[in-house]
């Protein structure tokens, strides 16, 4: 895809600093779209969502949705923003078939929300990301490019457009440029991004799926050589659609634009896409600097003005955010900070929680998310969420252990079975057999057998050496396949030797 | 030329209802009656499907030389009539009486193209607010009528389709952009009609044809369903024979609209009973202001003599019904004109935007030789006339980045200017206070067919006295005050934002009086004179 000149990352920053800022789309869970009453399901037949409204028909007028504007108001309080107490929507002017009015009606220099921040934790350093401007639009629709190898317009036989999507709700989040992140400017774009969308989660005002682009991510880019006073050109890379290519996007475009300024060269501001494939960045539309959007306020709307008292009570009713949460969940759970970091960027926090909440002891959900199943899930090349294990089953497990029904060894196994897909812990316990011996007559039988085949270990043993004992447990738990108990089968061989 | 009401007797099987309707009087054929009038034929047993028939009729002799439609479809209209006749309707409230849209209103199943190349074939799958209320009403839409493309224009020959003629005068413009309305109102192919006033296209077309066109407050119309043309401007009202007729249609049309932001969340204030109590002629304690920068002393230039003579009799016939008069002066008046035409254009630009041939109407080349942006571009270069693109490169400059503040934000300052003159003029607490302003409705009287067409300044000049009333939002009314050269002069009458019904009183007051000195009303000169040309013709 790429033949992009690269510099080793490590070297890069011997050289240059990074700027980043990030721009994030979140499109809203209302009901009903953003102008119009059309519904805003995910994953209907193309344009059956769509009304004179939100297809642009010739005279139809847009009506805000109250829901939308009062979402977009809590996000921007729990960033800490300021909520303007009067603004208005502006039309950004472009033609393309995806917009409907050849405007898509936005915000321009009265946003909703200003001056917010956001602190991220990165490998126990903070890092403070300026919010510059949060606002309310409305997204497009989408082009599907027919015929042609790539799907995208250039080559495709024809063009179909879902209108569908066109008119949802979108907040856009817009950061100020993030200074001194260095050498974690990656991991910082991706902290960011990961806060905000458990920020965005736990608000509930949209279910933030990035698969399904109902996160959308800008990253901008730029670079300035180290001691440098002034920033270089900056790149915008659209397209980037999970937490990890967010991560991977400025690690590569610090590595191109570095080879690119060590040639000597400009970087060109332009407008880049991400290519998940392959981790690379292409060049897209440059003309887009060019680009005049001929802001006007939209005078088909009546300008917002939040009433101080309902933007008070939103600020009482916000819920706990989720720093505030890992903080007393830290506290509940006993977990250093360094476990906490793990948890959440490995996107487990909520596991662990829904683990405690299905009853498991907070330090059993901690120790096995932690322990075996992050061991598996790194096994397996997958995020921890993605293992086929819920916390559900998780807890049932570890109530299985607590029970005595099973012992740790055997719930490893009990896993197994688990993620192989055979069903809830007691099930695969019942089908596998794995559940642990009691003083039946085949664990007698294999305690006698022990002793009968150890006669050097029993002499030690009754010799004084009681620590010897250990040998014919691990003999007898070998013959019984793990399923025994360690301490029935030793308290079985005191009794018979001492 | 008139349609004889036992034309529209021949299909009302012989029920007697039209028979009544003529012996009304001499005048009293149904396309010369007022509303007023028709709604009480139809009270006496007269049919729906006999008004309408009678205006197709008429539509059918003299649309072809008046070119005052876009479309009729007489089947349907007869269809509504005779369904609003079924359901025993008719003669209540508009039920039963017949109209005609501005083919800017949008409305379902029904061809709507604002009067340009580029939505040709398109069928709305909706109706305006406007449209529905009328259809709610029970009213009968005989047709569409012929505009100025896209609403920029005031003779209406800006329009993709056809010319449409003054029926004062077949070689004279009929005003525009409204110019079909109006000609199919004044010459008898409607009872009454919608229009659209951006910066006069209801008032000026109104006066130029001799009837009553209201440009109500901003907001108080819905603008659902009406195809933008400057959105902070755009205003649909009533135009009609009379005042009263006027403030019945404007009833059945104006009030709050969910469906529209900027539609205002108030009552509407009574119409038709301001009109009624008007017409009995006391205008005593009203304060009425004259322009001073609309024709007056030292801003005389470019009207006509004549004009400004009809004015100024119906300014003393105000004065003589009881009112009190004083010139007031409104100096940012003077700035309306080059403010307007930057803020109507900028908004226009981006309010057709939407014309791309991507889903419906005109779609040119789209031949798989040519990619999407050269199919938008040959669309819009073959769809919109010189006009329209005149506008639309003016306001794209005028938005355009580097540029905004000087033109569209300066203009915006100017719009704060004049409302703060209408507010200075009838908010003020020193005892010159004013309840109405008032000018004449145009510089001048209707002008020949092709005579501005290539002289766009001069065309803008058609609105300079209506501009301002537009800009600031508040209503206004042109009413007929007398001819000039054998062609209408319209008096306007400017209120403060929601008190239409000022203008409608006073309006009122002043057709009453000019009514009883003449002894007929102001269209029957022009319905006299066609008959006797028929006459002379015979
Ligand atoms: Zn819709």
New interface residues.
Partial sequence: MSADKLVDYDEVLTRYEPLIGLETHVELGTASKMFCGCSTVFGAEPNTQTC?VC??????????NEAAIEATIRIGLALGCRIATWCRFA?K?Y?Y?DI????QTSQYDEPLCTAGHLDVEVDGETYRVEIERVHLEEDTGKNLHVGGATGR?HGADH?L?DYNRAGIPLVEIVTRPIPGAGAKAPEVARAYVTELREIVKTLGVSDVKMEQGSLRCDVNLSLAPVGGLEWGTRTETKNVNSLRSVERSVRYEMRRQAAVLDDGLRIVQETRHFHEDTGSTSSGRSKEEAT?Y???PE????PLAPDEEWVAKLAATLPELPAARRVRLSEEWGLSATEMAWLLNAGALDLVGDTVAAGAPPADARKWWLGELARRANDAGVELPELAVTPGQVAELVGLVAAGTINDQLARQVLDGVLAGEGDPAAVVESRGLAVMGESDELVAAVDAAIAGAPDVVAKVQGGKVQALGALVGAVMKTTRGKADAATVKRMLEERLL | MSSPVNDARASSAGDGGAERVRSRGEDSTVTSMTVTELQAALKDGATSVDLTRAYLDRIAADDGTLGAYLHVDPETALETAAAVDAAGRAGTGLAGLPVALKDVVVTEGVPTTSGSKILQGWLPPYDATVAARLKGAGTVLLGKTNMDEFAMGSSTENSAYRVTRNPWNPERIPGGSSGGSSAAVAGGLAPWAIGTDTGGSIRQPAALTGLVGHKPTYGSVSRYGLIAFSSSLDQAGPMARTVLDAALLHEAIGGHDPLDSTSIDVPLPVLAESARRGAAGDLSGLTVGVVRELGGDGHAEGYETGVLARFAEAVALLESLGAEVREVSCPAFDLALPAYYLIAPSEASSNLARFDGVRYGLRVGDDGTRDLDEVMALTREQGFGPEVKRRIILGTYALSSGYYEAYYGQAQKVRTLISRDFNAAFDSADGSRVDVLVSPTTPTVAFPLGARVDDPIAMYAADLCTLPASLAGVPAISVPCGLSDGLPVGLQIMAPALADDRCYRVAAALEAAQDAARGFRFLDQLTRRTADATEGAA
């Fill in positions: 004179p297809l642009g028909l010739p005279g139809a007028l847009p009506v805000a039309r002017n033609f078939p409907p009015k050849g405007f317009i063009s457009v005049d001929r802001y006007f005078p088909d709307l009546v």
